[in-house]
């Protein structure tokens, strides 16, 4: 079963550029667009509006291709 995250998450995904971090600013679960790219959501397959922390920029992602970061204390 693919991970669930909520908003606030701290998450990762693989880029072109390597890892990627952010945070989990929403879960889509319906149709959308997001800076003119179509999001096709829906709830039995939810997507994530994630922010990254290095450039701000928001993007949709499956569940699958984001891993939550452990709080480290």
Do not use: R
Not at 10 to 36: A, R
Not at 37 to 62: F, I, M, R, T
């Amino acid at each position: 079963m693919t991970e669930e995250f909520k908003k606030g998450d701290k998450i990762e995904w693989k880029t072109s550029q390597g890892k990627t971090q952010g945070e989990v600013k929403e879960k889509l679960t319906s149709p959308t667009d997001i800076k003119g790219h179509h999001v096709a959501a829906s709830e039995d397959n939810p997507e994530y509006l994630v922010e990254s922390d290095k450039s701000g920029k928001e993007a949709a992602h499956k569940p699958e291709s984001l891993q939550k970061i452990e709080d480290k204390k």
